[in-house]
């Protein structure tokens, strides 16, 4: 299947602080998903990225499909508790997932 | 959105027996699921692509004789663990989408498989 890395793997933060996660893949994407799985839960669909350089934002989420369409970011300001659980970000067409990143958010 | 309903949500069974899950789309038409299986801490992995009326795609390295899919149905498709192993516990997933309007998959709850 197709290569798509996430990094970082876990990430600790402290409830406020910004956090960011990677999505990088080994081809050309036509699109990509972000989905948020909480522990125990299953995925839930956050956002679509299409287009090259797009950027979306949803309050304090922002996200961006790079200029070369292999790698896209998703970015929390102030992060809330309500936002533990791991990201994914997913090939839209075969729905191939990323490693992911657990977030921690410390109260 | 739309709904996809999975069961069970958990199972036990022993060693050597099958298990089916269940895979039903509730208020829409799903020619299209997946099925995917997550180990703890870990993404999950695609193991096959299953279309209504037609045989499933595995991808690589799925045993398509031990993971029977079978899509008969628009809204229901399921997957048989046969002659299960311990090794076989896992969480299993499945999804349905995109279609008929929009763009994302929609899960289910999941099965929490233990083979004990």
């Known amino acids: 299947g197709q290569q798509v890395m996430q990094i970082p793997q876990y990430q600790h933060v402290q409830e406020g602080e910004d956090f960011t996660t990677y999505c990088n893949s080994s081809?050309?994407?036509?699109?990509i998903q972000w989905y948020k799985q909480r522990p125990g839960g299953h995925p839930v669909f956050l956002i679509q990225?299409?287009?090259?350089?797009e950027v979306k934002k949803q309050k304090r989420l922002t996200f961006q499909f790079g200029e070369a369409k292999k790698n896209s970011s998703l970015h929390i300001t102030a992060t809330q508790t309500t936002d533990v659980g791991t990201y994914f970000c997913?090939?839209?067409?075969?729905?191939?997932f990323g490693t992911g990143t657990s977030l921690t958010v410390i109260p | 959105g739309a709904v996809v309903s999975q069961h069970p949500s958990w199972v036990i069974c022993k060693s050597g027996t099958s298990v089916k899950i269940e895979c039903r789309s509730l208020d829409f038409q799903a020619t299209t699921m997946f099925w995917y299986r997550q180990f703890p801490k870990q993404s999950l992995m695609l193991m096959a692509t299953?279309?209504?009326?037609?045989?499933?795609?595995?991808e690589q390295g799925v045993e398509k004789d031990k993971f029977l899919i079978n899509h008969a149905s628009l809204t229901l498709s399921t997957l048989t663990v046969t002659s299960a192993h311990p090794e076989d516990s896992s969480f299993y997933i499945c999804?349905?989408?995109?279609?008929?309007?929009?763009?994302?998959?929609?899960f289910g709850q999941g099965t929490r498989l233990t083979v004990v």
């Open positions: 990225l299409v287009k090259s350089g």
């Open positions: 999804s349905a989408g995109p279609g008929q309007g929009w763009t994302e998959a929609f």
């Open positions: 997913s090939t839209g067409n075969q729905f191939y």
């Open positions: 299953s279309n209504e009326g037609s045989k499933a795609t595995y």
């Open positions: 081809t050309t994407l036509s699109n």
